[in-house]
T-cell receptor
Framework: NAGVTQTPKFRILKIGQSMTLQCTQD?????MYWYRQDPGMGLKLIYY???????DKGEVPNGYNVSRSTTEDFPLRLELAAPSQTSVYFC???????????FGSGTRLTVV | RKEVEQDPGPFNVPEGATVAFNCTYS??????FFWYRQDCRKEPKLLMS???SGNEDGRFTAQLNRASQYISLLIRDSKLSDSATYLC???????????FGKGTKLSVKP
């Protein structure tokens, strides 16, 4: 049981480039989330999804897009990378809205 | 007032010590509470849920005071392996998602 899998683990982007952070879960969880964590800061919610075909903005959605075509996958898209998007990105999932989340191991992104 | 506030620490304690972390939250309607542990350069992992009656898991005890909107975590007989950042987490906000505190860093020394 792999849980939540994120790829890539590390990435360096140039300003203006685009990329997709991949997230897959094999626990048949309905809810999936993308967070970013900056040094010394708490996790900030970027986008979340309550099921396939449904996504919604979190606290810091600007500069990002998501899609949820299947229960398993929840990719995060950066269209025009900016230095302010340098961060660690965590994907998470949960079965419902009562328990905690299971996190992936994160993607460390640097934009130069 | 921030949604979830924690003392950032660091807390530097010797092995065997008892250490307590505190957390306050702003949304009185919050329904679920958790403590997560995050090791350096790793993902957060659920340590324990926090229940109104208080709950214990081995050396860890969590308490919730809804009237004061206050959550605590007590670690007894600290081990070197307890060194990590402890995140106070509250389910709330306008969308009912988990809201994370910035974390309290614990360093247990020999």
């Amino acid at each position: 049981n792999a849980g939540v899998t994120q790829t890539p683990k590390f990435r360096i982007l140039k300003i203006g480039q685009s990329m997709t952070l991949q997230c897959t879960q094999d626990m048949n969880h309905n809810y999936m989330y993308w967070y970013r964590q900056d040094p010394g800061m708490g996790l900030k919610l970027i986008y979340y999804s309550v099921g396939a075909g449904i996504t919604d903005k979190g606290e810091v959605p600007n500069g990002y897009n998501v899609s949820r075509s299947t229960t398993e996958d929840f990719p995060l898209r950066l269209e025009l990378a900016a230095p302010s998007q340098t961060s660690v990105y965590f994907c998470a999932s949960s079965l419902d809205t009562t328990g905690g989340y299971t996190f992936g191991s994160g993607t460390r992104l640097t934009v130069v | 007032r921030k949604e979830v506030e924690q003392d950032p620490g660091p807390f530097n304690v010797p092995e065997g010590a008892t250490v307590a972390f505190n957390c306050t939250y702003s949304n009185s309607a919050s329904q679920s509470f958790f403590w997560y542990r995050q090791d350096c350069r790793k993902e957060p992992k659920l340590l324990m849920s926090v229940y109104s009656s208080g709950n214990e898991d081995g050396r860890f005890t969590a308490q919730l005071n809804r009237a004061s909107q206050y959550i605590s975590l007590l670690i007894r007989d600290s081990k070197l392996s307890d060194s990590a950042t402890y995140l106070c987490v509250v389910r709330g906000g306008s969308q009912g998602n988990l809201i994370f505190g910035k974390g309290t860093k614990l360093s247990v020394k020999p």
